[in-house]
T-cell receptor, first 112, second 117 residues
Framework: DAGITQSPRHKVTETGTPVTLRCHQT?????MYWYRQDPGHGLRLIHY???????DKGEVSDGYSVSRSKTEDFLLTLESATSSQTSVYFC???????????FGPGTRLTVL | AQSVTQPDIHITVSEGASLELRCNYS??????LFWYVQSPGQGLQLLLK??????LVQGIKGFEAEFKRSQSSFNLRKPSVHWSDAAEYFC???????????????FGQGTILTVHP
């Protein structure tokens, strides 16, 4: 599982509230990613990081921000949650030697 | 921009039958290619990947995939399906490049596999 954990695993929140999801890795990987999964869309990249304090936008970044102040943690923040952000969120890392992307267990977020 | 198409949303096969899941991609050059599997309520597990070299790649659980450059395809196959193969399968591509674009996956919509006994 490449030592990836996500917290919380489940969250229910109300429209307009801020939400932060955490991805934690224990193996010092440089690259980290946040995806959302929705039926009929597969997984879509939200934001990614290529080092501490180095982040960039993905395909569906509107309404999301990220931060990476240390190698092991990559935070995804919904500043003001909307119902369209109800989804399953996956964190991933890329292991450099084999270029393989490993995924965390996911966080199911429901915005009412 | 790169894109991935999995034409079959849902496929049903009988246990023991052969399986082929289709994947077509659009990309300016040869990308890195992947197949992932997701069981209900679970995360994604890598089945196999193609970076270069032999166009027929072997993966875990008896799966294989063939890269066909002329058809921009990377179809997944298994000669005999087991009931435990029932899951959702995703094809994905990543830029064949380093730097800040490294590892950015673009996924297809997924194919749900149902296996009948």
């Amino acid at each position: 599982d490449a030592g990836i954990t996500q917290s919380p695993r489940h969250k229910v929140t109300e429209t307009g509230t801020p939400v932060t999801l955490r991805c934690h890795q224990t193996e010092n990987h440089r690259y980290m990613y946040w995806y959302r999964q929705d039926p009929g869309h597969g997984l879509r990249l939200i934001h990614y990081s290529y080092g501490v304090k180095d982040t960039d936008k993905g395909e569906v970044s509107d309404g999301y921000s990220v931060s990476r102040s240390k190698t092991e943690d990559f935070l995804l923040t919904l500043e003001s949650a909307t119902s369209s952000q109800t989804s399953v969120y996956f964190c991933a890392i890329t292991a450099g030697v084999s270029d393989t992307q490993y995924f965390g267990p996911g966080t199911r977020l429901t915005v009412l | 921009a790169q894109s991935v198409t999995q034409p079959d949303i849902h496929i049903t096969v009988s246990e023991g039958a052969s399986l082929e899941l289709r994947c077509n991609y659009s990309y300016g050059a040869t990308p890195y290619l992947f197949w992932y599997v997701q069981s209900p309520g679970q995360g994604l597990q890598l089945l196999l990947k193609y970076f270069s070299g032999d166009t027929l790649v072997q993966g875990i659980k008896g799966f294989e995939a063939e890269f066909k450059r002329s058809q921009s395809s990377f179809n997944l196959r298994k000669p005999s399906v087991h009931w435990s193969d029932a899951a959702e399968y995703f094809c994905a591509v990543a830029p064949n490049a380093g730097g800040t674009s490294y590892g950015k996956l673009t996924f297809g919509q997924g194919t749900i596999l149902t296996v009948h006994p």
